[in-house]
């Protein structure tokens, strides 16, 4: 078989023994034989020359560190959040913002779809000026189809007449979390899941449904082809049987382009039987399909006011504070895998939960050291220097939610935690200086996945509204572009593998159409991406 | 098909939740399916549920925004497929589970009926899991949420520590009913519905959902229970509910004073220890309805 060589404007390596090259050569086999200039191309025999991105430049396919396949999967409802949006398909979505706007794309989908429920996501009433949406404005969508609009906290959703009558709601109804006008007539906003079940089961929009089916796992394939990324994680799987066996059939299948590295939920099993499990998986690990990591989610989110803060806790609003997990049991879960081998991803996102994972480390890595054993605290926004102290000299490493300080920013500064912390949120400058490995991510569908904006996001540091969030906290173009590379796949353990472009290595590429150095850190976000180059094959975005 | 009928019992780790619910199925009077709302609890949790007289689903905790996993959706739509072949549904909520999220779902699901959400405790370390700043909210919102309090190992917990914890938990939630072993008493307790309005009126805490309110009434020294009974009877229709033991003129056992569902009784009970005697809480969607309430009480009886 003859090998390919690929020439380019410029190829960034992430290797610092050579930073830069022309030209890579690369086997069938989906290896890398040689970086370098053209000279440095031979010995190999008869070559094949491909020279269709002699004007574009060439990175090692980027890796989103957190992310999950919930993103292959929520288009099939309709989007109405306030950002632009790319779906999968290549189909932008346009931010919302009014009612009429949302009442007008609801119809035109309505139109679209065949017969049935009419669903739309990731809609934020905060961007959203006027009366809060209602029953009344989706029943303007339809009055003979259920409609359903699902908030873009998960936490909330406003339903049509059609709909809530299918849940048995009406104007007796009293029910914590439904929602009534002063004249006591329904509503149609849903406050918190218990209120939302009956409608979500009975309209058909279950988060079982939102989970991977072999559209969503290409899809996710899909949207990761379009941000230049190779590798990405699912960061929350139960990975049951069936499960485990779509994902085997579908990474196996030739065309697949995306090496899926799946993270089973440590809340899947009785603690005693996560770690079999966890190394039953990794011993069936392909090149596509990467197992044996393990997920443990302790408490919620910042925005939802559902992470654990210390003292003196949410600037304002209600403290609504959750454990997913007790802190006992999370010191023995920690315990019990740290002994056994099994690398976690611990999410943390408040500052009492990042402080309640470092003491179950302490506590475990005393007991049993385990030299390079890369567990990785996951989101860490709130972490200050002393926590981050504690990490390195536990030599843990964080993978940091970048693209919070652009897309929450503002509401982390005026609402959540204020302004001082949200100064220092996310602290990826601290965490390089404290010699802490360093990945950054997305959270898609959360924010959209795309890790040159997520790089953007922590060089930055500004939000939508364009205030910069701890200028001390930026960090220098080379440092994010490590980031979403060799950084991330350090803390999946596949820094070996790929990350840099390096001989032996997996041929993976971002093929950027924009020079990130010509365009500057300041305009990172802007670099287009003509698609990947997938274990040796170039992978066009939209071509699949 | 009639809705099925929930309990929820929480509590935090080792607090006795697993050894009740065996206990309660090995009563075998009824098809119980048991929801076990955690693995993250404690290693032994699930294998010591008994599997002889119930159906098991076990599901994973977490937020959905959070965790990105439906966990809980998932589970209450499993359960909901059981239909008719199970009598009831029993979910042993997570340690650090509150209980009112998972209230939430039986009380809005037209196929499910809420019952009674029983706060298991343990008597020996309750105090200090209350005082413990990381998870005391947690613990303190199970206690708050519950229509019952069991207190476990009532067998080997010294008298002063049943005192504690009983006085404890009447002044965190002083409408539960508490119970120290699982006698006709609980049983008829479990049975009772969710009254999660009034343990919400009786929150601590600003929630804009909350449309009750709540009111202590302390009562002169021996009222005449006659006219006692006959001035609660007035205000049936107004008051939701209204608990508290009272010392009767002439008589010599206190009283257990409950209003609920409409139905007021006044049965002599043993006064538990801790408990302030003469002193009624009323909750009602209409603070003035409480609060003439209390004056026809203070003029009557005071």
Redesign the interface.
């Known amino acids: 078989m003859i090998p390919t060589v690929f020439s380019a404007r410029r190829i960034i390596t992430m290797d610092p023994s050579r930073p830069e090259a022309t030209h890579v050569m690369v086997s069938s086999d989906g290896r890398i034989l040689a970086v370098g200039g053209p000279e440095e191309m031979r010995g190999r025999g008869e070559l094949r020359y491909d020279e269709r991105f002699a004007e574009k430049v060439l990175m090692p396919g980027f890796v989103e560190g957190h992310a999950?396949m919930?993103e292959g999967s929520v288009w099939r409802f309709t989007y109405l959040g306030h950002y632009d949006r790319i779906a999968p398909d290549g189909r932008l979505w346009k931010g919302i913002g009014s009612t009429n706007a949302l009442v007008e794309r609801l119809r035109d989908r309505a139109g679209e779809l065949a017969d049935g429920p009419i669903i739309g996501w990731g809609f934020d009433p905060l961007f959203v000026p006027g009366d809060r949406l209602s029953r009344l404005d989706l029943d303007r969508v339809s009055t003979t189809r259920p409609v359903m609009v699902l908030h873009s906290?998960?936490?909330l959703l406003t339903a049509n007449s059609v709909a809530l009558e299918m849940?048995?709601y009406d104007e007796n109804t009293?029910?914590?979390?439904?929602v009534h006008t002063e004249d006591g007539a329904l509503h149609g906003e849903l406050?918190?899941?218990?209120?939302m079940?009956?409608v979500?089961?009975r309209v058909g929009a279950?988060?079982?449904s939102?989970?991977g089916d072999p559209e969503a796992v290409w899809n996710f394939a899909r949207s990761a082809c379009r941000a230049g990324v190779t590798t990405s994680t699912d960061?929350?799987n139960?990975l049951p049987d069936d499960t485990l066996a779509d994902l085997f059939a579908m990474t196996g299948d030739e065309g697949y382009p995306l090496r899926l590295v799946p993270m089973l939920?440590?809340?899947?099993?009785?603690?005693?039987a996560v770690a079999v499990r966890a190394k039953e998986l990794r011993a069936r690990s392909t090149d596509r399909l990467r197992l044996g990591g393990v997920k443990i989610?302790t408490?919620?989110?910042i925005q939802?006011f559902?992470a654990?803060l210390n003292a003196p806790g949410f600037h304002s609003g209600?403290d609504n504070?959750?454990?997913?997990?007790?802190?006992?049991?999370?010191n023995?879960?920690v315990d019990e895998l740290n002994r056994e081998g099994v690398q976690m991803h611990i999410?943390v996102?408040g500052d009492?939960a990042s402080l309640?994972a470092i003491e179950a480390l302490e506590a475990a890595l005393s007991g049993h050291f385990r030299p390079d054993h890369r567990h990785t605290l996951q989101h860490c926004q709130l972490a200050d220097r002393a926590q981050l102290r504690r990490i390195a000299a536990l030599q843990c490493c964080v993978n940091l939610f970048a693209n919070h300080l652009y897309y929450f920013g503002d509401k982390h500064y005026e609402v959540t935690v204020g302004p001082e912390r949200a100064c220092r949120m996310n602290p990826c400058a601290s965490a390089l200086e404290m010699g802490i490995p360093l990945a950054i991510h997305s959270d898609a569908p959360i924010t959209p996945l795309a890790p040159l904006v997520t790089a953007w996001c922590a060089i930055n540091r500004l939000t939508d509204s364009g205030r910069q969030l701890g200028s001390s906290e930026r960090i220098s173009l080379d440092a994010a572009l490590n980031a979403i590379t060799l950084g991330a796949a350090y803390t999946l353990k596949l820094d070996g593998e790929l990350g840099s472009v390096e001989v032996g290595k997996r041929a993976d590429f971002a093929v950027l159409e924009d020079d990130p150095y010509v365009l500057g850190p300041e305009s990172l976000r802007e670099v287009r991406v003509w698609g990947t180059i997938f274990g040796g094959k170039p992978v066009q975005a939209g071509s699949f | 098909m009639a809705p099925l009928p929930v309990n929820i019992l929480c509590g935090?780790?080792g607090a006795g939740k697993t050894t009740l619910l065996n206990r309660l199925l090995e009563q075998r009077q009824e098809r119980i399916l048991v929801m076990v709302n955690?693995?993250?609890?404690?290693?032994i949790?699930?294998?010591l549920i008994s599997r002889r007289s119930a159906d098991t689903i076990q599901l994973?905790?977490?937020?959905?925004?959070?965790?990105?996993?439906?966990?809980?959706?998932?589970a209450?739509?499993r359960a909901?497929r059981f239909g008719n072949k199970v009598d009831r549904l029993v979910i042993e909520a997570?340690?650090?589970a509150?209980p009112?999220?998972?209230?939430?779902?039986?009380?809005?699901?037209?196929d499910l009926d809420c019952r009674a959400v029983v706060a298991v405790t343990d008597p020996q370390t309750l105090p200090e899991r209350l005082a413990d700043p990381?998870?005391g909210?947690?613990v303190e919102s199970q206690i708050r949420g519950a229509d019952a309090v069991f207190l476990s190992r009532a067998d080997i917990a010294s008298r002063a520590s049943m005192r504690r914890v009983a006085r404890l938990t009447a002044g965190l939630n002083p409408l539960a009913s508490q119970h120290r072993a699982l006698d006709g008493v609980f049983m008829q307790a479990l049975a009772a519905p969710h009254d999660?309005?009034s343990l919400?009126a009786l929150a601590p805490?600003?929630?804009h959902?909350r449309l009750f309110a709540s009111r202590t009434i302390t009562l002169g020294p021996a009222p005449e229970r006659g006219r006692l009974a006959e001035i609660i009877e007035r205000h049936r229709h107004t008051v939701h509910r209204l608990k508290g033991y009272v010392r009767c003129a002439g008589i010599e056992r206190p009283l257990l004073v409950q209003l609920a569902g409409g139905a007021l009784s006044l049965d002599p009970a043993a006064l538990p220890e801790g408990m302030q005697v003469n002193r009624l809480v009323a909750i009602s969607p209409d603070a003035k309805a409480l609060a003439r309430l209390e004056a026809d009480l203070g003029l009557a009886v005071a």
């Open positions: 999950h919930m906290n998960v936490h849940a048995g009293d029910i914590p979390g439904v406050q918190e899941m218990g209120a079940f009956p979500m089961r279950s988060f079982r939102l989970s960061l929350l139960e939920s440590a809340m899947s099993l009785p603690p005693e989610v408490d919620g989110s939802g559902t654990q209600i504070g959750i454990w997913n997990i007790a802190p006992e049991a999370l023995t879960l999410h996102n009492g309640a | 935090y780790l955690d693995f993250g609890d404690i290693a949790d699930v294998s994973s905790n977490g937020c959905i925004c959070c965790t990105m996993g439906g966990g809980l959706f998932e209450f739509e909901l997570s340690g650090v509150e009112r999220r998972l209230a939430s779902f039986a009380l809005a699901e037209p990381r998870i909210k947690v999660g309005r919400l805490e600003r929630d959902q």
